[in-house]
C-alpha cells in the first residue's frame, strides 16, 4: 500500500501537535525533511496540515454530525485523519473521490483496517453537504459568540476576548468576523533586514520579495521559503513580524535626553533584541538583552550580533545590577492570540485559566522594567495579544501603584499608520494592518 507522502507528513505534524504538544512552527521543516517531501508537494503538506489546524472546531462540528459516537472516544490517530480529510473536502481543490480515497489509505497506514473502512463511510457523508450547507447546519441552533465559534474555528473564550479588545478600541462591534477571518488566513513570511546588516534595498533586488507596508525595515517574501535568502541564513536578515518590528521602532523613537543603555528583559528568542541591537549600534548604544532560559539565551546570542550583552536570569531579579538603563523593552509572555495566522494551533492549546498564571509575571516584568529605567527614560510594553486583561488592565494595575510613571501616547510614536485605537496604548490588527494583533503601551519614568 502505497500512502500519499504530503499527506503522511500533513498527518505527521497533527500527530506531534496533539499527542507531544510541539509547536507546528518549529518542527513542521524536520517533518518536511524526514519524510521527504519538497516543492509543490511541500506547499500542498503545509496548506493541508496548517489548514486542518486552522479550522480543526468547525472540522470536528462536522465530524460530529457524522459520527455515531463522541469525537472523544475515537482514537486520536484516526481523528486526525478525519480531519485532515475534512479540510481537503470542504477547503482545498481536491476531487472527493481523491480526498476520500487517500485519506482511506492513510487511515489503513496509521490506524488499520476496521478504522479505514469508518473513515471511507464517515467522509463520504461529508462529501454528500455542500460547504455553505454544513456551515448552515453546524450553526443552524446557535447565536452570537456560540455560532462564531464554530464558524471561524475559535474557542468561545477567544472570541470573546477579541470583541472586548475591539470595543476598547471603539471599534464596530460586526469587525469581529474580519478578525476572525483574517486569523484563519495563512501570512507571508515577513522579513527584516537588521540594521547595520542588510538593508531592505538590496532585499527588493529579489523578484519574490516585496516592500513591507509599515516599518521601513520591513519585506514580504511572496514565494518560497526564508531559508532560501542567504541573508537569512547568516542572520543579518530575520524573520519578524511587522507588528513586532513597529513595537522595537517606536522604543527608538520617543525622545530621551541621554541614550546610552537600553535593555530588552525578556528577550527570548532574540527577534526584537536584534532589531534594537542594530538601532542602538546606529547612535552609539549599548544593548543589554535578558533571557531566563539559557538554551533561549543562545538564540538570543546568535541573533543580536556584536556588542551586545546577554545575560541569563530572571529579570524581576535584576541580574544587571544598579545599572539603570534609557530604554527598556518589555515584551512580556502572553496567550499569543494575536498571533494566531502563525500558530494556528495556539487556540486550541491556549485557555482562559492560562491569564491567571500569565498576569503576574506580566505585572512582575512590566514593573521590573520601570524599575530598571532611569527617571526620563522610557518603557515599551508590549504583547502580542489584545486581550485586554495583558495589555490595558497590567498597565493600568501596575501604574495604579506608582507616582514616578506617566503613560505617553504610544501613537504619536507611530506616524502614518491608521485606526490605532482610541486609548494612550495602540493595538495592531490582522484584518487592518496586516500584522500580528499586537499592543504597545509608552512609559516614562518621572
Given at each position: 500500500m502505497s500512502v500519499d507522502l504530503a499527506r503522511r507528513a500533513a498527518y505527521d505534524l497533527l500527530h506531534e501537535v496533539a499527542a507531544r504538544d510541539a509547536y507546528a512552527n518549529l518542527v513542521w521543516s524536520?517533518?518536511?525533511?524526514?519524510?521527504?517531501?519538497?516543492?509543490?508537494?511541500?506547499?500542498?503538506?503545509?496548506e493541508l496540515a496548517y489548514g486542518t489546524l486552522r479550522w480543526r472546531g468547525r472540522y470536528d462540528a462536522i465530524l460530529a454530525q457524522c459520527v455515531d459516537r463522541p469525537l472523544a472516544k475515537l482514537d486520536g490517530r484516526l481523528l486526525d485523519v478525519l480531519r485532515l480529510g475534512v479540510h481537503q473536502i470542504v477547503h482545498m481543490r481536491v476531487p472527493d473521490h481523491a480526498a476520500v480515497g487517500e485519506s482511506v489509505d492513510l487511515a489503513r497506514s496509521v490506524c488499520g483496517d476496521g478504522p479505514a473502512k469508518m473513515?471511507?463511510?464517515?467522509l463520504r457523508k461529508v462529501?454528500?453537504?455542500?460547504p455553505e450547507e454544513w456551515v448552515e447546519i453546524i450553526t443552524r441552533d446557535l447565536t452570537g459568540v456560540d455560532a462564531l465559534s464554530i464558524e471561524w474555528s475559535h474557542p468561545v473564550w477567544i472570541v470573546r476576548a477579541l470583541q472586548q479588545a475591539l470595543a476598547a478600541d471603539g471599534a464596530d462591534p460586526a469587525r469581529i468576523v474580519d478578525v476572525l477571518r483574517a486569523d484563519n488566513e495563512p501570512a507571508r513570511p515577513t522579513l527584516v533586514a537588521r540594521p547595520g546588516r542588510a538593508l531592505v534595498s538590496?532585499?527588493?533586488?529579489?523578484?519574490?520579495?516585496?516592500?513591507?507596508?509599515w516599518s521601513p525595515y520591513a519585506a514580504t517574501l511572496l514565494t518560497g521559503q526564508p531559508e532560501e535568502l542567504r541573508p537569512v541564513t547568516?542572520?543579518?536578515v530575520g524573520v519578524q513580524d511587522e507588528g513586532s518590528q513597529l513595537v522595537a521602532i517606536a522604543l527608538s523613537r520617543a525622545s530621551v535626553d541621554s541614550d546610552v543603555r537600553w535593555l530588552d528583559l525578556a528577550a527570548g528568542p532574540g527577534g526584537k533584541a536584534a532589531l534594537l541591537a542594530g538601532l542602538a549600534r546606529e547612535r552609539g548604544a549599548r544593548l543589554t538583552a535578558v533571557e531566563q532560559h539559557a538554551h533561549r539565551a543562545a538564540l538570543v546570542s546568535r541573533s543580536v550580533g556584536p556588542g551586545v550583552e546577554v545575560l541569563v536570569g530572571d529579570s524581576t531579579a535584576a541580574p544587571w545590577g544598579a545599572v539603570r538603563f534609557d530604554r527598556t523593552l518589555a515584551d512580556v509572555p502572553c496567550t499569543g492570540i494575536g498571533a494566531l495566522r502563525k500558530r494556528p494551533e495556539a487556540r486550541w492549546r491556549r485557555t482562559p485559566s492560562d491569564l491567571a498564571t500569565l498576569r503576574p509575571i506580566q505585572i512582575g516584568l512590566l514593573s521590573a522594567a520601570l524599575d530598571a529605567t532611569r527617571p526620563g527614560g522610557v518603557v515599551a510594553y508590549s504583547t502580542c495579544s489584545p486581550h485586554t486583561a495583558e495589555t490595558d488592565l497590567v498597565v493600568s494595575d501596575v501604574l495604579r501603584g506608582r507616582t514616578d510613571v506617566e503613560q505617553l501616547d504610544a501613537r504619536e510614536f507611530l506616524p502614518g499608520i491608521p485606526d490605532l485605537g482610541r486609548g494612550l496604548g495602540v493595538r495592531l490588527w490582522p484584518d487592518i494592518h496586516g500584522t500580528d494583533g499586537m499592543y504597545l503601551a509608552m512609559l516614562r519614568r518621572r
Open positions: 524536520g517533518i518536511l525533511d524526514k519524510v521527504g517531501v519538497s516543492g509543490r508537494d511541500a506547499a500542498f503538506a503545509t473513515a471511507n463511510a464517515v462529501t454528500a453537504k455542500t538590496d532585499l527588493l533586488a529579489d523578484s519574490r520579495v516585496e516592500p513591507g507596508r547568516t542572520g543579518d
